[in-house]
C-alpha cells in the first residue's frame, strides 16, 4: 500500500509550509514542533487548535513579519560586516573599455541590486565580483564562501536534478543525501518539486532557472551574486524569488542581483547603476 | 460567561502582558486565564502567534518546563522591557477606559442585566 501524500500529517504540512514562505528550516521546524507541544497541552490536534497548517503558516509569518524589531532583538540584523569591496575596478579587453571606476560594497543583510542597459558591462562585473574575471584596475575583496548564479546556467543537460544536488553539494563537501534534502528544501521554497528521473534538459526554461537558483545556494553561501536569475518565472515564482532574497538578506547575507526590470527595485538596498557608457554611479534607495 | 463580542482585537497583547506581570505562564494557562476572567475566548491560532509576536519583539522571555504529564511547556515571564510596555499600554487603555465610560455613563441602579 502506497503511502497518501496528502498524509503526511500537520506539523510535516506546517513546516514545509513555513519554510517556502522564507523561515529558516531550523526554525520552521522548531515552531512545528512548538505547536504540536501546544495542540497536546490544549488537550486539542493542532488543525482543530491552531486551523489549516498552510493557513496558520502564513497567519503567524505575517504577524512575525509586521513586528518593528526592537535595537538588538530579533528581526534582520543592521548591516553588518563587509562581504563584498570593489574600489575603483575597470576592465578594459584590448582597447575596449568595459568598465571603469567601479566602487561598489555590500555588506551582510544587504541587497545591492547592479542595472544598465545591454552591454554595458553588468554580467562582466557580477563575474568579476565571483572572482572569475580579473579586474584590468581596482581591487576587490571578497568573503570566502560566494554563491554564483549565471545566466546562462551551469547545468549538464542529461543529469537530473536531484544528480545536480549531489554533484554541487560534493564541490562544497556535502554528503549526497544532505546536499538532495537541502536541495529539496530550497526547492520548495521556489513551489518546485523535482521529479525523479527527468534530466535537466526536459525542464522548462524557468524550471531550470530554479535550479540553477538551488545550485547556487547549496553550500549556504555568504554573499550570492545572481544573474537575473529570473528569466522564464511566472509571477508566483518571481514572488517566491523576490521574497527568498529578503529572507536571505533577513538572514544576514549579503545579495548582488543584476536586474534590467526597475521595479525589483523595491526590494533592495543600494543600486550600481553602469549606465550604457563606462564610468559608475551609486545610488542609495529608502528600503 | 464570556462576551461575545470582538473588543479584545488591539488589546490581546495588553491583556497577555498583565497576565505575565503577575505570574510566569504558558500559552494554555493563559488561554484559561483570559476565559476565566470573562474576556474572551481566544483561538489558539490567535493567542500563540501573539506570544510570539511579544517574545520577538523583546517582551517576554520564553523558557521551558517539565510538565506533569505530557511535553515540556513552554513559560513566557516579563522582560524589563515587558514591564515598561505594560506600563505604557496599561495607562493608554486606563485612558481609553475611562474615555467610553464617560460616553457610555454608569448604569442606572437596579436595571436589569
Known amino acids: 500500500m502506497s503511502p497518501d501524500p496528502d498524509d503526511d500529517g500537520w506539523p510535516a504540512r506546517f513546516e514545509a509550509e513555513l519554510v517556502r514562505l522564507g523561515q529558516h528550516p531550523a526554525r520552521a521546524?522548531?515552531?512545528?514542533?512548538?505547536?504540536?507541544?501546544?495542540?497536546?497541552?490544549?488537550?486539542?490536534?493542532?488543525?482543530?487548535?491552531?486551523?489549516?497548517?498552510?493557513?496558520?503558516?502564513?497567519?503567524?509569518?505575517?504577524?512575525?513579519?509586521?513586528?518593528?524589531?526592537?535595537?538588538?532583538?530579533?528581526?534582520?540584523?543592521?548591516?553588518?560586516?563587509?562581504?563584498?569591496?570593489?574600489?575603483?575596478?575597470?576592465?578594459?579587453?584590448?582597447?575596449?573599455?568595459?568598465?571603469?571606476?567601479?566602487?561598489?560594497?555590500?555588506?551582510?543583510?544587504?541587497?545591492?541590486?547592479?542595472?544598465?542597459?545591454?552591454?554595458?558591462?553588468?554580467?562582466?562585473?557580477?563575474?568579476?565580483?565571483?572572482?572569475?574575471?580579473?579586474?584590468?584596475?581596482?581591487?576587490?575583496?571578497?568573503?570566502?564562501?560566494?554563491?554564483?548564479?549565471?545566466?546562462?546556467?551551469?547545468?549538464?543537460?542529461?543529469?537530473?536534478?536531484?544528480?545536480?544536488?549531489?554533484?554541487?553539494?560534493?564541490?562544497?563537501?556535502?554528503?549526497?543525501?544532505?546536499?538532495?534534502?537541502?536541495?529539496?528544501?530550497?526547492?520548495?521554497r521556489l513551489s518546485w518539486r523535482p521529479a525523479a528521473g527527468q534530466p535537466a534538459q526536459d525542464l522548462s526554461g524557468g524550471t531550470r532557472q530554479k535550479?540553477?537558483?538551488?545550485?547556487?545556494?547549496?553550500?549556504?553561501?555568504?554573499?550570492?551574486?545572481?544573474?537575473?536569475?529570473?528569466?522564464?518565472?511566472?509571477?508566483?515564482?518571481?514572488?517566491?524569488?523576490?521574497?527568498?532574497?529578503?529572507?536571505?538578506?533577513?538572514?544576514?547575507?549579503?545579495?548582488?542581483?543584476?536586474?534590467?526590470?526597475?521595479?525589483?527595485?523595491?526590494?533592495?538596498?543600494?543600486?550600481?547603476?553602469?549606465?550604457?557608457?563606462?564610468?559608475?554611479?551609486?545610488?542609495?534607495?529608502?528600503? | 460567561m464570556v462576551t461575545s463580542r470582538p473588543w479584545l482585537h488591539g488589546f490581546l497583547d495588553l491583556c497577555l502582558l498583565a497576565m505575565l506581570g503577575e505570574r510566569s505562564d504558558y500559552g494554555y494557562g493563559l488561554s484559561q486565564r483570559l476565559a476565566a476572567a470573562g474576556v474572551a475566548d481566544v483561538p489558539g491560532g490567535t493567542l500563540y502567534p501573539a506570544l510570539l509576536r511579544l517574545e520577538q519583539q523583546g517582551l517576554v522571555e520564553p523558557h521551558w518546563a517539565a510538565s506533569g504529564s505530557g511535553p515540556r511547556r513552554k513559560y513566557y515571564a516579563l522582560t524589563a522591557a515587558g514591564h515598561t510596555a505594560l506600563a505604557e499600554q496599561g495607562a493608554d487603555w486606563r485612558r481609553f477606559r475611562d474615555g467610553i465610560d464617560a460616553l457610555v455613563g454608569t448604569p442606572v441602579e437596579g436595571s436589569a442585566r
Open chain 1, 29 to 188: 521546524r522548531a515552531l512545528a514542533q512548538e505547536s504540536v507541544d501546544q495542540a497536546v497541552e490544549a488537550g486539542s490536534d493542532a488543525d482543530r487548535l491552531l486551523g489549516p497548517p498552510h493557513l496558520y503558516a502564513r497567519h503567524l509569518v505575517s504577524e512575525l513579519n509586521d513586528v518593528p524589531a526592537p535595537p538588538g532583538v530579533g528581526g534582520p540584523p543592521a548591516p553588518g560586516r563587509v562581504l563584498l569591496r570593489l574600489a575603483d575596478v575597470g576592465k578594459r579587453y584590448r582597447r575596449r573599455v568595459v568598465l571603469a571606476g567601479v566602487d561598489l560594497t555590500v555588506r551582510a543583510g544587504e541587497v545591492a541590486a547592479v542595472v544598465g542597459a545591454n552591454g554595458c558591462g553588468k554580467s562582466t562585473l557580477l563575474r568579476i565580483c565571483a572572482g572569475l574575471t580579473r579586474p584590468t584596475s581596482g581591487t576587490v575583496e571578497r568573503t570566502r564562501r560566494v554563491g554564483l548564479v549565471p545566466q546562462d546556467g551551469g547545468t549538464a543537460p542529461w543529469l537530473t536534478a536531484a544528480e545536480h544536488f549531489t554533484l554541487f553539494g560534493a564541490a562544497a563537501g556535502l554528503a549526497p543525501r544532505r546536499a538532495r534534502s537541502t536541495g529539496e528544501h530550497l526547492a520548495a
Open chain 1, 211 to 287: 535550479l540553477n537558483l538551488v545550485l547556487g545556494e547549496l553550500h549556504s553561501p555568504d554573499l550570492l551574486l545572481l544573474d537575473e536569475p529570473y528569466q522564464g518565472f511566472d509571477q508566483g515564482t518571481y514572488l517566491d524569488f523576490w521574497r527568498q532574497v529578503v529572507a536571505w538578506r533577513d538572514a544576514g547575507r549579503g545579495v548582488v542581483v543584476v536586474t534590467h526590470l526597475l521595479h525589483d527595485l523595491r526590494h533592495v538596498d543600494q543600486v550600481l547603476d553602469l549606465g550604457s557608457r563606462p564610468g559608475a554611479r551609486v545610488a542609495a534607495v529608502a528600503r
